[in-house]
């Protein structure tokens, strides 16, 4: 590296995206275009049902309402950067709003992590204490369980960030990605990062792991639960247990790929990183809620009072 580059500190990134291949581009506009558009459809028309109609106003909804959120805050970090990119010759951004970028997409995906952890309690109450469920499950503890979510989340960002920004960034600036994030942006760092990056892949590939474990540990004993005491709706329940755990799979081990290795270049990682930026948060609104007939009968007498109202 020359002296000019050693003493030149980086100002921005340059993304080189999904694909130079620009037909392709446009067809993967189209397809993430709807997929974002219906991750917020989705999750909107959950979280205003279950805010307007009281009878949704309880433990399982509030957390759903909570997952619902999440979602839709996680999707506009990344997918935004995504679309635009498809339709750009040259994608960049600041040093600043990459790192905030890095911020936020840790802070939130770390969040949504350890709620689903919460979310996987919530069912395994329901199921092992139905009779006591309202008073286990009551809004304190529904309220506590999504503040220790964002405080998880919000000490493992802080924990990525600190660790990234100790290093100089003067010299190479582009990154084969369509977002920034921390295995990419940390290779281009003007310094060793061998330590670091073990700190790192420890604070966020094990962290994933060990939470990964308990929630297929927690969905095993809640279907073993099901298959061996519930009779009333055992099929819709084994089934609607069967699909979060491919959603669960979906978020995980793609992440686990990412950061629970060493930070080298793979062929899959952009494959990998598409899976767990922008599927599930789709996915979640109609595997935990959309299918659930309580829900749908909620966002029927919506539409009912909508078109009321209109008349009027």
Same mark, same amino acid.
């Given at each position: 590296m020359d002296q000019q580059n050693l003493t030149t500190t980086v100002t921005e990134? !340059?993304?080189?995206? +999904?694909?130079?291949?620009?037909?392709?581009?446009?067809?993967?506009?189209?397809?993430?275009? =709807? !997929?974002?558009?219906?991750?917020?459809?989705?999750?909107?028309?959950?979280? =205003?049902?279950?805010?307007?109609?009281?009878?949704?106003?309880?433990?399982?909804?509030?957390?759903?309402?909570?997952?619902? *959120?999440?979602?839709?805050?996680?999707?506009?970090?990344?997918? @935004?950067?995504? +679309?635009?990119?498809?339709?750009?010759?040259?994608?960049?951004?600041?040093f600043n709003e990459c790192i905030l970028q890095m911020f936020f997409f840790h802070f939130i995906g770390g969040a949504m992590a350890f709620f689903l952890v919460g979310m996987a309690i919530d069912r395994y109450v329901a199921i092992y204490k139905p009779l006591r469920y309202l008073i286990i499950m009551n809004r304190?503890?529904?309220?506590?369980?999504?503040?220790?979510?964002?405080?998880?989340?919000?000490?493992?960002? $802080?924990?990525?960030?600190?660790?990234?920004?100790? *290093? @100089?960034?003067?010299? @190479?600036?582009?990154?084969?990605?369509?977002?920034? &994030?921390?295995?990419?942006?940390?290779?281009?760092?003007? $310094? &060793?990062?061998?330590?670091?990056?073990?700190?790192?892949?420890?604070?966020?590939?094990?962290?994933?792991? =060990?939470? *990964?474990?308990?929630?297929? !540990?927690?969905?095993?004993? =809640?279907?073993?639960?099901?298959?061996?005491?519930?009779?009333?709706g055992k099929h819709k329940a084994l089934s609607t247990c069967?699909?979060? !755990?491919?959603?669960?799979c979906i978020l995980f081990v793609p992440s686990i790929f990412i950061y629970a290795r060493p930070f080298k270049k793979y062929t899959l990682d952009k494959v990998a990183s598409v899976f767990f930026t922008v599927i599930p948060q789709m996915l979640n609104p109609m595997i935990y809620t959309l299918r659930n007939a309580e829900m749908k009968k909620a966002i029927r007498r919506q539409m009912r009072r909508i078109q009321c109202s209109r008349q009027k």
């Amino acid at each position: 590296m020359d002296q000019q580059n050693l003493t030149t500190t980086v100002t921005e990134f !340059i993304f080189l995206g +999904l694909t130079q291949n620009h037909q392709l581009k446009y067809f993967l506009f189209f397809f993430f275009f =709807i !997929i974002y558009m219906t991750t917020w459809l989705g999750n909107f028309t959950i979280i =205003i049902t279950v805010i307007a109609d009281h009878r949704l106003h309880t433990p399982m909804y509030f957390l759903l309402a909570n997952l619902a *959120f999440m979602d839709v805050s996680d999707s506009s970090v990344n997918a @935004p950067n995504l +679309l635009s990119g498809l339709l750009s010759l040259r994608k960049t951004v600041s040093f600043n709003e990459c790192i905030l970028q890095m911020f936020f997409f840790h802070f939130i995906g770390g969040a949504m992590a350890f709620f689903l952890v919460g979310m996987a309690i919530d069912r395994y109450v329901a199921i092992y204490k139905p009779l006591r469920y309202l008073i286990i499950m009551n809004r304190d503890v529904c309220v506590g369980l999504v503040a220790m979510a964002w405080v998880g989340g919000l000490a493992h960002s $802080a924990v990525q960030m600190g660790l990234l920004l100790q *290093f @100089p960034f003067c010299g @190479p600036n582009v990154l084969d990605n369509f977002y920034c &994030d921390v295995p990419q942006v940390i290779k281009l760092a003007c $310094a &060793d990062t061998h330590v670091v990056e073990l700190q790192l892949v420890f604070n966020g590939g094990a962290l994933l792991i =060990i939470l *990964f474990i308990s929630l297929l !540990i927690s969905y095993t004993i =809640i279907l073993i639960k099901i298959r061996t005491h519930v009779t009333e709706g055992k099929h819709k329940a084994l089934s609607t247990c069967g699909t979060q !755990i491919i959603v669960v799979c979906i978020l995980f081990v793609p992440s686990i790929f990412i950061y629970a290795r060493p930070f080298k270049k793979y062929t899959l990682d952009k494959v990998a990183s598409v899976f767990f930026t922008v599927i599930p948060q789709m996915l979640n609104p109609m595997i935990y809620t959309l299918r659930n007939a309580e829900m749908k009968k909620a966002i029927r007498r919506q539409m009912r009072r909508i078109q009321c109202s209109r008349q009027k």
